[in-house]
T-cell receptor
């Protein structure tokens, strides 16, 4: 069953702008991960944030987690055309140890 | 190249055919997964193998049959598929056992399946 839901479904920005994607989930989680998928390819892991963490950084990526609102956001700063891809959040929760993915946000960065 | 290799990359088959998808990982990981990705839908977990033992099977139709002969190889045998089975089939692996709850997945590039 689906746990995470990304918002917006699609986002189009100019190169150099920041991109923010959100993920909401329904039940308490153990951790939350963000993945990226280029068209027709496999998913690539970006970052993992644990339920007791509030913010994590990796290069131009910044992930926040608000467990009280059951939501997470992924911020990509100074976007590039190469950032064009679909971005998915995935969660593990309780006894359900397997990752459950959302439907993804399609990000298009225009040169 | 992520270290997880899937073949074939593209497959077209009729509903009466029997074919197999292959996945190989060179990462020394202990768990392997099959996911199905259909357009506009979340990824669906199909099968999980941890240390070569199947630990999860999410009510997948019997026309899909997994096989994990060793920790580096995973197959998905296909027979009498339906057109709605057309999708991107993704293989993934993780270092820890499948029940660790904090696994980071490494995905292959996928096998695009079209059922006519």
């Amino acid at each position: 069953s689906q746990q995470g839901e990304e918002d917006p479904q699609a986002l189009s920005i100019q190169e150099g702008e920041n991109a923010t994607m959100n993920c909401s989930y329904k039940t308490s989680i153990n951790n939350l991960q963000w993945y990226r998928q280029n068209s027709g390819r496999g998913l690539v892991h970006l970052i993992l944030i644990r339920s007791n963490e509030r913010e994590k950084h990796s290069g131009r990526l910044r992930v926040t987690l608000d467990t009280s609102k059951k939501s997470s956001s992924l911020l990509i700063t100074a976007s590039r055309a190469a950032d064009t891809a679909s971005y998915f959040c995935a969660t593990t929760s309780g006894s359900a140890r397997q990752l459950t993915f959302g439907s993804g946000t399609q990000l298009t960065v225009l040169p | 190249e992520t270290g997880v290799t899937q073949t074939p990359r593209h497959l077209v088959m009729g509903m009466t055919n029997k074919k197999s998808l292959k996945c190989e990982q060179h990462l020394g990981h202990n768990a392997m997964y099959w996911y199905k990705q259909s357009a506009k839908k979340p990824l669906e977990l199909m099968f999980v193998y941890s240390l070569e033992e199947r630990v999860e099977n999410n009510s997948v139709p019997s026309r899909f049959s997994p096989e994990c002969p060793n920790s580096s190889h995973l197959f998905l045998h296909l027979h009498t598929l339906q057109p709605e089975d057309s999708a991107l089939y993704l293989c993934a692996s993780s270092q820890g056992p499948a029940n660790s709850g904090a696994n980071v997945l490494t995905f292959g590039a996928g096998s695009r399946l079209t059922v006519l």
